[in-house]
């Protein structure tokens, strides 16, 4: 172990050979620790002159009812403040040295461990298959030796013949793809992504692009017409396929399991005689009477699957639109599974969730940087980062267990330390990995309750990494320069506060369950660590304080009422303090992490707009499931770009276009903000009112207005499809004047 101090930071590199080194920067601990203690100061003051107020309260119950549902959005952003705390209280990073692996492992590469990829898709109208394809190339391409230790298994939970079409297509061109990567010393080795490269251009890669143009032209064609004809279907074999499983019974919904091996490792050769990767499609059994847990029951029949045909010790998950922008990523990863320090307790390496084609300031804000970076370097200082759902490198063998207690399996051939020693076509191997996919496999077992994927909520990825956590293991963030995966966005409003109201749901179905990370979580991974998965845990519990501020005070306002301390009162200052520290911490945190100031405003006011509608509606989902009324369940976010959205997207005007209670929600709210600053403007103009003694409901008003802009624009400046659909702007301001006339009634009959 070395360890090198500077005066800025403390740099301690751990590892056999020094194959990463960790780096901690004492001053910000400090500095962090003492604001919060400043802050939590000020929150505490805050609630004695909250209390003081109710407590001298002699007016009517309407006015006490305002007070008192201040004084409850102030209380939850006080919880939440304090759980976001938790991540600053001793962040690190890290670096990795993935070129000492060769140089100081030298004798052992061909022990090194094998690579078992998931890749999960299903639907291919919005998860496009070509898109699925790139992914699973980019990770076929990867430089590991001996490549044949790597096994890709592509989950099609959509069952369609489309996707397996699309990667018998993809298993073709693998065989040029990947000795081109090697040769050229590609690092982009996404076709798609190179081909959009400023790559060099040569009598080769014309020819490799002619190629990927022919793939991509008929798997486009198949999408196209809906099926795939006998015109596509090259062989008997590939016809088999086809007509074997797809009959007249099959739905997505009810079908048997089926396997099929596309390349497979130690038979099929790329055109340089070289080994290939083993490619195997997958589509679990599914059947109507049985449930089948989303995509936590696709990971663990791909668990299963992959336990039985090749059982790698390090398992990859991978979105299917997340394809590898770096083909060393899995030396990265061993660079922390080699080091024996780190070995026992060590469940997986998470890699940040990363994007491609953000605009400038990334409007909806769906880089997500806390998620994604800022919060995984503060809880990589305490047990480690939550899992993300992508990037995410596993050891097999914390599915099963704690690290001292082995949870064991049905059958010997799913323990982690399962030898495979025969080939994946062999017929033993095949019955068996259809066993394990039926549709009634885990009926009676501890699958998504003790073992493998967590079962219990539909952000099965944040359920898992907790749950694992909890059980002992940690986890290790790693974050190169170049991002190691980049993955597409979606660039409608719509489909952002959709996936973020799916997250909700999901995120209160943990919250509030046995397992909560205020009750369960504090005792096992103590309270700081628990903190950190009870902010997520109740993120949604933001609608609470968001609606109420994007209301209560401007339609105070609107009916001459104060609420808020005026100018020259001491308090006014308090407000002050507390605003501008929460803000300030958030930016320069935001900015330190290679934010700009233009991102940060977009993160900001997508906080307010997921508060009013994806966290609302979220909530109000949770409740009503919960009461036993319908609802949505599981939805995917499109992937599919429409041109003019595209366009725009980079121009950085918001996409609504459709009519949807949220919009409802949000226009509501801009129109009550707008009329009641200009309202107020105009009646400190004529001398009407005093500044005074509503300068922070104006404010708060103001506020909300400048964030409110794309929605004036949609509502009233823009004739294209992404505008506010004109049924939206007239309900809400018909809805406006109800609220507006209500609170006018009971404020004047206080």
Same mark, same amino acid.
């Given at each position: 172990m070395?360890?090198?101090?500077t005066?800025?930071a403390?740099t301690t590199t751990?590892n056999t050979?020094?194959?990463?080194?960790v780096e901690?920067?004492?001053?910000?601990h400090? !500095?962090?620790?003492?604001?919060?203690l400043?802050?939590l100061?000020a929150?505490?003051?805050l609630f004695y002159?909250?209390?003081?107020?109710l407590?001298?309260?002699?007016?009517?119950f309407?006015?006490f009812?305002?007070?008192?549902s201040?004084?409850?959005s102030?209380?939850i952003?006080?919880?939440?403040?304090?759980t976001?705390q938790s991540?600053r209280?001793r962040?690190?990073?890290r670096?990795?040295?993935?070129?000492?692996?060769?140089k100081n492992?030298?004798n052992?590469?061909?022990n090194?461990?094998?690579?078992?990829?998931f890749?999960?898709?299903a639907?291919?109208?919005?998860e496009?298959?070509?898109n699925?394809v790139?992914?699973?190339?980019?990770?076929?391409?990867?430089d590991?030796?001996p490549?044949?230790?790597?096994s890709?298994?592509?989950?099609?939970d959509?069952g369609s013949? #489309?996707? #397996?079409?699309?990667f018998?297509?993809?298993a073709?061109f693998?065989?040029?793809?990947?000795p081109?990567c090697?040769?050229?010393?590609i690092?982009?080795?996404?076709p798609?992504?190179y081909?959009n490269s400023?790559?060099t251009e040569n009598s080769?890669t014309k020819?490799?692009?002619?190629?990927?143009?022919?793939?991509k032209k008929?798997?486009?064609e198949v999408?196209?017409?809906?099926?795939?004809?006998e015109? %596509?279907i090259?062989?008997?074999?590939?016809?088999?396929a086809?007509?074997?499983?797809?009959?007249?019974?099959?739905?997505?919904h009810?079908?048997?399991?089926?396997i099929?091996?596309?390349?497979e490792?130690g038979k099929?050769?790329d055109?340089?005689?070289?080994?290939?990767p083993?490619?195997?499609?997958l589509?679990?059994?599914?059947n109507?009477?049985?449930?089948h847990?989303?995509k936590a029951g696709?990971?663990?029949?791909?668990l299963?699957?992959?336990g039985i045909?090749?059982?790698?010790?390090?398992?990859?998950?991978l979105?299917?639109?997340?394809y590898s922008?770096d083909?060393s990523t899995?030396?990265r990863?061993?660079c %922390?599974?080699l080091?024996p320090t780190l070995?026992?307790n060590?469940a997986?390496?998470?890699?940040?969730?990363?994007?491609?084609?953000?605009n400038e300031a990334?409007i909806y804000?769906?880089?997500?940087?806390?998620?994604f970076?800022?919060?995984?370097?503060?809880?990589d200082?305490?047990n480690g980062p939550?899992y993300v759902?992508t990037?995410?490198?596993?050891?097999?063998?914390a599915?099963?267990?704690?690290?001292?207690t082995?949870?064991q399996?049905e059958i010997?051939?799913l323990f982690?330390?399962?030898?495979?020693?025969?080939p994946i076509?062999a017929?033993?191997?095949?019955?068996r990995?259809h %066993?394990v996919?039926?549709?009634?496999?885990?009926s009676?077992s501890?699958?998504g309750?003790?073992?493998?994927f967590?079962?219990?909520?539909?952000?099965?990825?944040y359920?898992?990494?907790?749950?694992v956590?909890c059980?002992g293991?940690k986890?290790v963030?790693?974050?190169?320069k170049?991002?190691?995966f980049?993955?597409?966005?979606?660039?409608?409003?719509?489909?952002?506060v959709s996936?973020?109201?799916?997250w909700?749901?999901? !995120?209160?179905?943990?919250?509030?369950?046995k397992?909560?990370?205020l009750?369960f979580g504090?005792?096992?991974?103590?309270?700081?660590?628990?903190?950190?998965y009870?902010h997520y845990a109740?993120?949604?519990i933001w609608?609470i304080? !968001?609606?109420?501020?994007?209301?209560?005070p401007?339609?105070? #306002?609107?009916n001459?009422?104060?609420?808020?301390?005026?100018v020259?009162?001491p308090w006014f200052y308090?407000?002050v303090?507390?605003f501008l520290g929460a803000?300030g911490?958030?930016?320069l945190?935001?900015m330190?992490?290679?934010?700009t100031?233009?991102?940060?405003?977009?993160?900001q006011?997508?906080?307010m707009i997921?508060?009013?509608?994806?966290f609302l509606?979220?909530?109000?989902?949770?409740?009503?499931?919960?009461?036993?009324?319908?609802?949505?369940?599981?939805?995917?976010?499109?992937?599919?770009?429409?041109n003019?959205?595209?366009?725009?997207?980079?121009q950085?005007i918001?996409?609504?276009g459709?009519?949807s209670p949220?919009?409802?929600?949000?226009?509501?709210t801009?129109?009550i903000?707008?009329?009641a600053?200009l309202k107020?403007?105009a009646?400190?103009?004529?001398?009407?009112?005093?500044l005074?003694?509503?300068?922070?409901?104006?404010f708060i008003?103001?506020?909300v207005?400048?964030?409110?802009l794309?929605?004036y624009?949609?509502?009233?400046?823009r004739?294209?499809?992404g505008?506010?659909?004109?049924?939206v702007?007239?309900?809400s301001?018909f809805?406006?004047c109800?609220?507006?006339?209500a609170?006018?009634?009971?404020?004047g009959?206080?």
């Amino acid at each position: 172990m070395e360890t090198t101090t500077t005066s800025a930071a403390v740099t301690t590199t751990v590892n056999t050979g020094g194959l990463h080194s960790v780096e901690v920067n004492p001053r910000h601990h400090i !500095l962090n620790r003492a604001f919060a203690l400043i802050y939590l100061f000020a929150i505490l003051v805050l609630f004695y002159n909250h209390i003081l107020k109710l407590l001298n309260s002699t007016n009517s119950f309407v006015t006490f009812s305002i007070s008192f549902s201040i004084l409850i959005s102030d209380l939850i952003l006080a919880f939440m403040w304090t759980t976001i705390q938790s991540f600053r209280m001793r962040p690190l990073t890290r670096q990795q040295y993935p070129e000492k692996i060769t140089k100081n492992f030298s004798n052992e590469i061909n022990n090194f461990p094998a690579f078992d990829i998931f890749i999960c898709t299903a639907d291919p109208y919005k998860e496009p298959p070509l898109n699925v394809v790139n992914t699973a190339l980019s990770v076929m391409a990867y430089d590991y030796n001996p490549i044949e230790k790597i096994s890709i298994y592509v989950s099609d939970d959509g069952g369609s013949e #489309l996707t #397996l079409f699309a990667f018998m297509e993809a298993a073709k061109f693998a065989v040029y793809w990947l000795p081109f990567c090697r040769e050229n010393k590609i690092i982009q080795r996404s076709p798609d992504a190179y081909f959009n490269s400023n790559y060099t251009e040569n009598s080769e890669t014309k020819k490799i692009k002619l190629m990927y143009e022919n793939m991509k032209k008929r798997i486009e064609e198949v999408i196209e017409r809906g099926k795939v004809d006998e015109d %596509y279907i090259n062989n008997e074999e590939e016809l088999q396929a086809f007509t074997k499983f797809w009959t007249p019974e099959f739905t997505r919904h009810n079908h048997p399991s089926i396997i099929q091996v596309l390349l497979e490792s130690g038979k099929d050769e790329d055109m340089t005689s070289h080994g290939m990767p083993n490619l195997i499609y997958l589509s679990r059994e599914k059947n109507k009477s049985s449930p089948h847990h989303f995509k936590a029951g696709a990971l663990n029949a791909l668990l299963r699957v992959s336990g039985i045909m090749t059982n790698a010790p390090i398992v990859l998950t991978l979105d299917c639109d997340m394809y590898s922008n770096d083909p060393s990523t899995p030396q990265r990863a061993l660079c %922390y599974f080699l080091d024996p320090t780190l070995r026992p307790n060590l469940a997986y390496v998470q890699f940040p969730q990363t994007f491609h084609g953000l605009n400038e300031a990334d409007i909806y804000a769906s880089e997500i940087k806390g998620l994604f970076f800022t919060n995984p370097i503060g809880m990589d200082g305490l047990n480690g980062p939550n899992y993300v759902g992508t990037g995410c490198f596993f050891r097999r063998r914390a599915f099963f267990g704690t690290p001292s207690t082995f949870e064991q399996p049905e059958i010997p051939e799913l323990f982690p330390d399962h030898v495979v020693n025969k080939p994946i076509q062999a017929q033993e191997i095949l019955r068996r990995a259809h %066993y394990v996919a039926s549709f009634n496999y885990e009926s009676g077992s501890n699958w998504g309750s003790k073992m493998g994927f967590r079962y219990g909520s539909l952000v099965e990825d944040y359920y898992t990494g907790y749950r694992v956590q909890c059980e002992g293991w940690k986890s290790v963030f790693c974050n190169p320069k170049r991002p190691a995966f980049l993955g597409d966005i979606p660039i409608s409003l719509y489909d952002v506060v959709s996936q973020n109201k799916r997250w909700s749901v999901g !995120l209160l179905e943990v919250a509030f369950s046995k397992y909560s990370p205020l009750t369960f979580g504090v005792q096992s991974m103590g309270l700081v660590m628990a903190h950190c998965y009870s902010h997520y845990a109740f993120w949604p519990i933001w609608s609470i304080p !968001l609606t109420l501020y994007a209301f209560i005070p401007q339609l105070t #306002l609107l009916n001459g009422v104060t609420i808020f301390p005026k100018v020259s009162d001491p308090w006014f200052y308090l407000y002050v303090f507390m605003f501008l520290g929460a803000y300030g911490q958030d930016c320069l945190v935001f900015m330190s992490n290679e934010g700009t100031f233009k991102r940060w405003w977009s993160d900001q006011r997508m906080w307010m707009i997921r508060g009013l509608t994806s966290f609302l509606f979220g909530t109000i989902e949770y409740l009503t499931k919960h009461l036993g009324i319908s609802t949505q369940g599981f939805n995917l976010t499109s992937k599919v770009v429409d041109n003019d959205q595209g366009k725009r997207y980079h121009q950085g005007i918001f996409e609504f276009g459709v009519v949807s209670p949220m919009f409802v929600i949000l226009a509501t709210t801009s129109i009550i903000n707008l009329v009641a600053f200009l309202k107020s403007l105009a009646q400190i103009f004529n001398g009407d009112r005093n500044l005074d003694g509503i300068f922070i409901q104006m404010f708060i008003a103001g506020f909300v207005v400048i964030n409110c802009l794309p929605i004036y624009e949609a509502m009233v400046l823009r004739s294209d499809k992404g505008r506010m659909p004109t049924r939206v702007t007239i309900f809400s301001t018909f809805l406006a004047c109800t609220l507006y006339m209500a609170f006018a009634f009971l404020l004047g009959n206080m």
